[in-house]
């Protein structure tokens, strides 16, 4: 009864109201009870801060500052094999495994569609139907910045307007669609294994997406589809290597990542297994592996 009720009292909520109150509230400077809060956050959800560039807590000026904080700079190595997909985030895998024809695998009893998730396009959805996908989700704890699984070459971003549900385990198992129904922003790569897709799914009280080419994408929250496209080949190009930061959240939320048929085979994945940032994600395919 009580899941029934967090599951469908999101329904009903002011999603977007309260995420932006929220948003406004964690980048207030408020001193003291900026920190107060801080420690609070850090006692509850256990939050490693020895591997934080900063790990005390009165360094950060706001909350947001603290919640995007940068590790160490030896707190996650980079996988360096150039066959060897890493994992983008900290998180814990929600789902994983091959998109059929047009359908991504959500929960038990529910798929999406694969052209929703990434923006209505056919034309941008259609090389990765049949290829794979993974989607790890980012806990409140988690280390909250998003880099780059493989080298790429930004081609195109798409921001998609819609709902700010919760993203947690529980509602991803009962709410239809769920990633292709979130307000989410999507970044195009080609890469040495193909076509990329990088999803980031917006959620309740997620203050903001950004991207270290453009910026903060939202809020403002748009009420229409929005498509840039990027030059490939030129001083202005976006060129990101393996590991990278590409961008962040502030506060949590959930990242799909897709790659094109035949181009990875997943490393041992598994429902809820923990992940982190450099670790190996997939491998390439022996069709596509870089001779050692």
């Not at 991207?211 to 490939?232: C, F, L, S």
């Not at 001083?235 to 949590?252: C, I, P, Q, T």
Request: aromatic letters at 8%; hydrophobic letters at 40%.
């Amino acid at each position: 009864m009580l899941d029934w009720l967090k599951v469908n009292l999101q329904y009903l909520l002011p999603k977007h109201l309260l995420s932006r109150l929220i948003g406004k509230l964690a980048s207030a400077e408020a001193g003291g009870l900026t920190t107060g809060l801080i420690k609070l956050f850090i006692k509850k959800y256990k939050v490693n801060m020895d591997e934080a560039l900063h790990p005390e807590p009165e360094h950060y000026k706001t909350f947001n500052e603290f919640f995007t904080r940068p590790l160490r700079e030896d707190a996650r190595p980079i996988d360096p094999d150039q066959n060897v997909i890493i994992h983008a985030v900290d998180g814990a895998v929600s789902q994983f495994g091959d998109i059929r024809q047009d359908s991504v695998f959500q929960a038990k009893g529910h798929d999406y569609s694969l052209t929703t998730l990434l923006g209505g396009k056919p034309e941008l959805a259609k090389p990765f139907q049949n290829g794979k996908f993974a989607t790890i989700y980012l806990a409140p704890r988690d280390y909250h910045r998003i880099h780059m699984p493989v080298d790429g070459t930004l081609t195109d971003m798409v921001y998609i307007p819609g709902e700010l549900f919760s993203v947690n385990p529980l509602t991803a198992a009962n709410i239809p669609g769920l990633f292709a129904r979130n307000e989410r922003v999507v970044a195009y790569f080609n890469t040495p294994v193909g076509k990329m897709a990088m999803v980031l799914v917006g959620a309740t009280i997620v203050a903001s997406i950004e991207t270290v080419w453009a910026g903060t994408i939202t809020p403002p929250a748009g009420k229409n589809v929005q498509h840039w496209k990027y030059e490939t080949d030129n001083e202005a190009s976006v060129h990101l290597k393996k590991g990278d930061e590409m961008g962040r959240f502030k506060l949590g939320s959930t990242i799909v990542v897709c790659f094109e048929p035949d181009k990875v085979e997943f490393t041992d994945l598994a429902p809820l297994q923990v992940t982190r940032l450099g670790q190996p994600m997939a491998t390439t395919t022996t069709s596509h592996a870089v001779p050692k």
